[in-house]
């Protein structure tokens, strides 16, 4: 294109609309940007979310148990507590002891594990009765630190006579 058609085109084609013309593809396109971005950013906020529920329910549902606690005097008290994967039935009664601000007193015997001699100052040996514990009715042949828990399970802590 020679220099006098240049001058001539741009007779025909005024620079202040060109300017104008530009100016709203650029706002235009800022504009569409700006909102598929929004909608991007609702959707992982979204994602974010139904995440964080399922984890919430999931922990909910999944770490419950029920442990009682049977004095032996008609005083029986009864908690939920949660638990995780690798816990026991004494690190439960440990973690209980704690929230609920009752006393434990126990003894490690080698080789055969965890003892519990007192909760909440109800000790062993009084009466003649003994703490033992009991899942889902029955009465386990381990310590309580070597049995592990799983989601549902009943847990009592009895003071009763020893079967000994």
């Known amino acids: 294109m020679t220099f006098y058609q240049c001058l001539k085109f741009k007779k025909i084609i005024n620079p202040k609309l060109v ?13 569409l940007v700006s909102q598929e971005f929004l909608s991007f950013q609702k959707e992982i906020n979204n994602l974010n ?3 964080t529920n399922e984890k919430i329910t999931k922990q909910i ?3 419950k148990v029920l442990c009682t606690i049977d004095f032996g005097d008609g005083n029986v008290k009864s908690y939920q507590t949660t638990f995780s994967e690798n816990s ?7 973690a209980l002891s704690k929230e609920e601000s009752l006393q434990l007193e126990w003894k490690i015997y080698e080789g ?3 003892f519990v001699e007192s909760i909440d100052g109800v000790k062993n040996g009084t009466d003649n009765k003994y703490w033992q514990y009991w899942v889902n009715d029955k009465s386990p042949s381990v310590s309580a630190d070597n049995y592990t828990v799983k989601m549902g399970d009943k847990i009592e802590w009895k003071f009763i006579p020893s079967p000994f």
């Open 19 to 31: 300017g104008i013309i530009l100016g709203v593809l650029i706002t235009g396109t800022i504009f």
């Open 88 to 94: 026991t039935i004494f690190s439960l009664l440990e």
């Open 61 to 63: 549902v999944q770490e």
């Open 112 to 114: 055969m594990g965890v």
């Open 49 to 51: 979310q139904i995440e």
